[in-house]
């Protein structure tokens, strides 16, 4: 089965402990993107990469680091997380990052930082 | 000024009738245009798409698009219970960069 497979689902951790959330999509596709999702602002990208080895910032990317070493993997790493990152995470794939290309979405991670 | 704006809602709708779901976005060289369902804690999953003016329809599900006016709207005819969810309008401008409205929360009673 196609799908984007983030992990957690579900985090409950305090300020300054380093997490990662892992990325996984089965479709060969090269782009990947990571949303945050919080009321009344929609999804808004932090970071998403084109092809392996290739990454970039999106609109609120302060306070998060990607990498993209296979093609399939995009983690998302949060090297000292604070309160005002309590969200809910998605991450995105898509065949390639061109106009006519609709995003696939995992099921979502929600991070609470304490 | 938001760039991709929705009205939040709740739009609440008889079963059966057209629910009429709104978008406008700033960025005049938007290219394509996305709409997408979020059921309550799940994740977007894609409706339609639409690139050229005009009316696209896939089953109950029709998009317009307005680039004169900067418009795109999502119809859904014969609404039912189950399409109450929130609709995600999202406008790709560049090859990278996809924009994402709050989303308007559907209610459709029976």
Known sequence: EAQVTQNPRYLITVTGKKLTVTCSQNMNHEYMSWYRQDPGLGLRQIYYSMNVEVTDKGDVPEGYKVSRKEKRNFPLILESPSPNQTSLYFCASSLTGSLNQPQHFGDGTRLSIL | ?110
């Open chain 2, 1 to 110: 000024q938001k760039e991709v704006e929705q009205n939040s809602g709740p739009l609440s709708v008889p079963e059966g009738a057209i629910a009429s779901l709104n978008c406008t976005y700033s960025d005049r060289g938007s290219q394509s245009f996305f709409w997408y369902r979020q059921y309550s804690g799940k994740s977007p999953e894609l409706i339609m798409f639409i690139y050229s003016n005009g009316d696209k329809e896939d089953g109950r599900f029709t998009a317009q698009l307005n680039k004169a006016s900067q418009y795109v709207s999502l119809l859904i005819r014969d609404s039912q219970p189950s399409d109450s969810a929130t609709y995600l309008c999202a406008v790709n401008a560049n090859n990278n960069d996809m924009r994402f409205g709050a989303g308007t929360r559907l209610t459709v009673k029976p």
